[in-house]
């Protein structure tokens, strides 16, 4: 699980925390920044988004197992290419595009792609969810109501029935948007042959603009 942790000169992108019980420790430091406040504590100098990784080898293909998606999905390229060095495999392409498509896939998962708004109000609804309102609310509609009542965590949003299933037909149409953009990053990373390309590929781009919505769409 990803922590802050702070630390009082810059950390190396991963640290090797040794050898225990069969099992190797690495710690994996992403997205590292220095703090300008000259008045903070000289040990809060630098932090980071950190986590303790438990590896069944010292291998990249290891790390990428045990790594989550959305962590690696913040490293940046210098990060990316520090992590495949600290391995030895900074050479080998297959290891950069293995680490590339789990850091898409990573992408996918963040609020950076799983966010529209509403009212303003930025919120998400995974598959799961949007298919199980998509069934209640047409269930309430055949059965004659006119307003649903819509739950985005604690939020609760009144609409017409009819309204809340032409957003929700919206949200759906948007998240396959997405899709189709990772789904064609992860397939243009297995065409590549460069590391150079590799290293330069942008994860982030070709996603559509968040999607917004009006209560009184």
């Known amino acids: 699980m990803t922590q802050i942790c702070k630390f ?15 099992q190797y ?4 430091n992403l997205s590292v920044s220095e703090n300008q406040d000259t008045e903070v504590n000289p ?3 630098f932090e980071s988004v950190t986590d303790r990784l438990v590896l069944s080898s010292h291998s990249i293909i290891s790390f990428i197992e045990a790594v989550e998606d959305k962590h690696l999905a913040i490293a940046s390229n210098e990060e990316i290419a520090a992590i495949l060095t600290y391995f ?3 050479s080998d392409i ?3 595009k293995a680490i590339r498509q789990k850091q ?5 998962q963040t609020e950076k792609v799983n966010c529209f708004y509403l009212a303003g109000q930025p919120l998400w609804l995974d598959k799961a969810t949007r298919v199980g309102l998509v069934n209640s ?8 109501c006119t307003i649903t009542d819509l739950w985005f965590g604690n939020i609760m949003i009144q609409l017409p029935v009819d309204d809340a299933l032409s957003k929700l037909d919206k949200i759906e149409l948007y998240a396959k948007q997405c899709y189709n953009v990772t789904a064609r ?3 243009d990373i297995e065409k590549i042959n460069s590391i150079e390309e590799l290293r330069d590929y942008d994860i982030t781009s070709d996603y559509p603009p968040f999607l917004e919505l009006n209560i009184t769409e």
């Open 8 to 22: 009082s000169t810059k950390p190396a992108t991963i640290v090797d925390g040794g050898y225990k019980k069969g």
């Open 43 to 45: 040990l809060d100098k």
């Open 94 to 96: 297959e290891s950069w």
């Open 88 to 90: 030895q495999m900074e």
């Open 137 to 144: 609310v047409s269930a309430e509609k055949r059965d004659g």
């Open 185 to 187: 990053h992860i397939a």
């Open 104 to 108: 898409i896939r990573g992408y996918d």
């Open 25 to 28: 420790i690495v710690w994996l």
